[in-house]
């Protein structure tokens, strides 16, 4: 039946489902060559051991360095691992590299023949870190970004992960060109920034939602560390640092807060012992419901 609209092949009315298939381009190979030139360079990803296994991998970035980003790269892992996933930590700040020792793993990271084998915690947490396969731990590391890079493209790709749900990837901290390279290696499917309310916040969650942008990843939420302190008498909250901006912009970039967590002595402690996986879980609930 015509309507008068086949024949010219070029006006179909708008409720005729053959309108949508209109293009500037007849050809639709064409057109599809052309869509593919647009796009921009992938940059190549490192690819996974052929026994491993990772759903999931989420960046932990930072403005700078001790503002706690081992800590809730761990306490992250902790937390999920408690609630039933499988997690791993890849430990990608290779110039400080803290997370065997927060674990207290000091056994050297063995291998097979399908590659290098990751430490396991006493949770069940699987960890790969410089510190692992280094001979002397306090060797200087004073590595340039290639060989950094090169590293934790080994830690992906030439360790066996064996069915993470979860894998946290404590990145080098700051959200310069060491961090990007790092994000641009591994196939990072979110980020999590860990902030302190003696930085200026505001500018450090701008660099990183920059930095997802580029990689087009979400950011998946922040993390505030040493926010407050608790009386240890009446457990009150005492905000040292003044009042936290961390809702404003978290609100203004449409992040979720994930933790707040408060300056204890206990971190400090527990990660000097190597027992960081004591540490009460609670401050990472929120976190935990977000991330699943
Ligand atoms: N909330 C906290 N309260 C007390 N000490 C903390 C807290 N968070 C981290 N620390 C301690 O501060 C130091 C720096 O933390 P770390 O996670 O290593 O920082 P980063 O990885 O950002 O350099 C570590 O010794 C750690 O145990
Ligand atoms: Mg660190
Ligand atoms: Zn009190």
Redesign the pocket.
Known sequence: MSNGYEESGLHYRSDDPRSQKQDDVPNPELRDRLKAKKKPPVPEKAPLNEMSTVRKVIGVV?GK???????TSSMLAVAMQKAGYRCAILDA?VT?P?IPKAFGLKEKAMGDDYGILPSVTSTGIQVMSLNLILENETDPVVWRGPVISGTVKQFWSEVVWSDVDYMFVDMP?GTGDVALTVFQDLPIDGIVI?TSPQELVSMIVEKAVNMAGLMKVPILGLVE??SYIECPDCGKRIEVFGKSHVDEIAEKYMIPVLAR????QE??TL?DEGKIEQFDAKYFEEAVKVLK
Request: proline share 9%.
């Open positions: 930072s360095g001790g503002v706690g980003k081992s800590f700040d400080g803290s901290p860990v560390n040493m967590v408060p300056i204890s971190i400090a990660s």
